[in-house]
């Protein structure tokens, strides 16, 4: 599966911010998709996944104010991100496997990355 990212950029604080990651490939083996960022001199994190049936996960850090989605037609995953903070700052990566537990063991590598895409948050 591959994996292209797209929609960062920089925002205000309290902004928002939609990302997108158009896959294709072999798209119908991804089970869980799912989105992390690595903020600079940190550990890549979590953010939110997402399964094939729909189900959500979310990091504490980000509930109620980043949605996760997809629209299998076309092959897309999203990340809506409301009120963001300069704590949101971080390269956001897409990522796919097709093993469902991914979307909840998160300490579990998943098989493919996108690329990446830069969300600054300053004022």
């Known amino acids: 599966v591959q994996l292209v990212e797209s929609g960062g950029g920089l925002v205000q604080p309290g902004g928002s911010l939609r990302l997108s990651c158009a896959a294709s490939g072999y798209t119908y083996s991804s089970n869980c998709m799912g989105w992390f960022r690595q903020a600079p001199g940190k550990g890549r994190e979590g953010v939110a996944t997402?399964?094939?049936?729909?189900?959500?996960y979310y990091a504490d850090s980000i509930k109620g104010r980043f949605t996760i989605s997809q629209d299998n037609a076309k092959n897309t995953l999203y990340l809506q991100m409301n009120s963001l903070k300069p704590d949101d700052t971080a390269v956001y990566y897409c990522?796919?496997?097709?093993?469902?537990?991914?979307?909840?063991?998160?300490?579990?590598?998943?098989?493919?990355w996108g690329q990446g895409t830069q969300v600054t948050v300053s004022s």
């Open positions: 990522a796919a496997d097709r093993d469902r537990s991914r979307c909840w063991n998160w300490a579990l590598l998943f098989r493919s």
């Open positions: 997402i399964d094939r049936d729909g189900n959500t």
